[in-house]
Structures are given as C-alpha cells and as structure tokens.
C-alpha cells in the first residue's frame, strides 16, 4: 500500500474578520472570510478551496482517463460553489462543474466516449469521493 501525506500550515491572528496565512509546499496565500459572507475578503477562503480542490481533480481525472483512451482533448471548465446559509448555519450544498471538451478528433465515438469518462471520472475522482454523501456534485457537459 502506497500512502501520500500532504502537509500545510495555517496562521491567523484576531477574531472573525482578521486574516491569516495558508502555506503548503506548492501554495502560499492570505485566507478569510469572502466578503459574501461578510468578511474582509483577503486571500481565498475554505469555499473556493473547496471548489478548487473539487475543480482540479476532477479535470485532472479526466485528462488522464481521456489519454488512456488515446483521445486527444482541450478541457476548459467552469465550477460554481452552492452554499446554503439557513438560520445562519453554513452548509456546502452543491459543486456544479460546467465542462467544454474540444476533442483534436471529433467523431460519433470519440464523443461518445469522452462523454461517458467525463461522467465517471467524477464517480472516481478522491475529493467527490470524500465529499459524497455531504455535497451534491452535478456535471453539465458540451463540446465545441
């Protein structure tokens, strides 16, 4: 069994609309609270860290699936984060990706095929596994 560890530090200094910092071998960034939950909005925030995290392994997912089936393909995506505040409790409702595949051969079967690995790259894909059951993620797919 192989086993990879991550580490990263964070440090915040003050109360709710302070800052602090994230540092990780490859990320350095100011985090807080986004201003549309009416903090300060410095640096990123555990939302879009959240929706990066979903964003980036998921397309690289596929990428990887798509060259295993040696299908050439441009992936360019846009991913939207839902978060539901009720009774001022925050809750992490939905990842929508909005996935473009321009495909260097467009065919009937290479179409066919990006599609149905767009949708199980998404099945497999380590961060919508740890998120099932909690967070609903939702795929919407074209080509171009």
Same mark, same amino acid.
């Given at each position: 069994?192989? /086993?990879?560890?991550?580490? $990263? /530090? ?8 302070? +800052? ?6 490859? %990320?350095?960034?100011?985090? +807080? ?24 392994? =998921?397309? &690289? ?9 040696? &299908? /050439?393909?441009?992936? *360019?995506? &846009? ?5 539901? @505040?009720?009774?001022? @409790?925050?809750? =992490? ?6 996935? +473009? ?7 009937? /079967? ?6 149905? %690995? ?9 961060? *919508? ?9 939702? $795929?919407? %797919?074209?080509?171009?």
């Amino acid at each position: 069994m192989t /086993q990879h560890t991550f580490t $990263l /530090q964070t440090n915040w200094e003050g109360g709710r609309n302070d +800052s602090g910092t994230l540092h990780a071998e490859r %990320l350095r960034t100011a985090i +807080s609270i986004p201003p549309e939950m009416d903090g300060p909005g410095i640096g990123t925030n555990p939302d879009e860290m959240l929706l990066g995290a979903a964003a980036t392994c =998921y397309i &690289i997912s596929l990428a990887a699936m798509l060259e295993r089936s040696a &299908i /050439q393909a441009k992936l *360019s995506m &846009i991913s939207e984060g839902i978060v539901d @505040v009720t009774n001022g @409790v925050f809750t =992490y409702k939905e990842i929508i990706h909005n996935l +473009s595949i321009k495909l260097a051969e467009h065919t009937e /079967q290479n179409e066919r095929i990006a599609k149905r %690995l767009a949708h199980k790259a998404e099945e497999t894909c380590m961060i *919508s596994k740890a998120v099932k059951g909690n967070v609903d993620i939702k $795929l919407l %797919l074209s080509f171009r």
